[in-house]
Structures are given as C-alpha cells and as structure tokens.
C-alpha cells in the first residue's frame, strides 16, 4: 500500500463575518485529499482535511515542502509495521524533515492540514465507523453563519465539511 497522490486546493470562506481584525470575506483556506492505493467498495480511500479559518491557506508550503517529502519517501518509510496502513506519526517526521525546530506558525497549519487528510484515510483503512462520532463532535470551522461577535462560537458537522472539501478539490 501506499499513497499515490496528494491534492492541494484553496478554497475561500465566503463568509460576512469580520470583526476588529480579520474580514473573513477575504480569508481562504486550504482542502487536501491524501489518495492511496487501497480500495475500498471499489474505490480508492481518500483522506480529506482542511485548515480552520483565522489563516490564510497555506498552499506554498504544503506544495512545496511537504507533499514533495512525502511523494519522495518510500512507503516502507511511512507505514505501520505491519505495512497494511499509513503511520502518522512517521508522516509527521517525513514532513518535518530539514525544518527549524521552534516558531512554526504558517508551517504548523500545513502540516496540521495534511495530518488531518492522513487520520481520516487511517480510519477509512481501518474501517473505523469515526463519523457517526464525529457528527455529535462540535467543532469551529471556516464555513460560519452570520452571527453577532458575542456568538461567535458556531458548529458544523464534520462529515458535511468533508463533502465540501471532497466537491472543492474535485474542481482542480
């Protein structure tokens, strides 16, 4: 097994909401599928994941740094023992190859991103049933209603957003 491509895609908010610092309207964010080479019902898993809003995409350094390391690592590199699934934790060594320790900002949101596409293709492999728990998970995310500054806090469902992100990078 192994993964065989990694997508990248921008996608803005296009959310109304701002406040004393930050016009959401004008915000993107990031949408990236990790594709393997397992199939299950007939189709590949594809892990999905997304950056939360507050910051802009960080399409550069996913696409320049890490999905190049990933791409160049050989798969016994970054499976699990058995070779039967990906290993995040290697993933995440992989990523953060030749990279300063300390201050990562910007970095920390890409590889946050990508961690999150390969948990969600861990799962999928596993044929762990994660969203029937994570439609009950409350979560902040980019696509915000309209809402008064003191209700900021708003929710969605996990499982919509990564319909979302799946239609966003069909798109490229």
């Not at 499976?79 to 990279?99: A, G, H, S, V, Y």
């Not at 994660?130 to 309209?146: D, R």
Request: with cysteine; proline share 5%; net charge positive.
């Amino acid at each position: 097994m192994k993964i065989v491509e990694i997508r990248e895609k921008a996608v803005p908010i296009s959310s109304s909401i701002r406040n004393a610092y930050i016009d959401f309207s004008k915000m993107n964010v990031s949408v990236v599928a990790v594709i393997t080479d397992v199939e299950k019902d007939g189709k590949p898993v594809i892990g999905y994941g997304f950056n939360s809003n507050g910051r802009y995409a960080p399409s550069g350094i996913i696409n320049t740094r890490m999905i190049p390391r990933i791409m160049d690592a050989k798969p016994e590199d970054y499976l699990n023992e058995d070779q039967t699934n990906l290993d995040p934790f290697k993933l995440w060594n992989i990523m953060m190859t030749n990279e300063k320790p300390g201050g990562h900002g910007d970095r920390a949101v890409a590889v946050g991103t990508i961690d999150m596409a390969i948990w969600d293709a861990v799962a999928k492999i596993e044929g762990s049933h994660y969203t029937s728990y994570y439609q009950n998970v409350m979560v902040m995310v980019s696509q915000m209603k309209k809402c008064s500054f003191t209700q900021l806090v708003v929710t969605i469902n996990p499982v919509k957003m990564i319909s979302n992100c799946k239609k966003n990078l069909r798109d490229t």
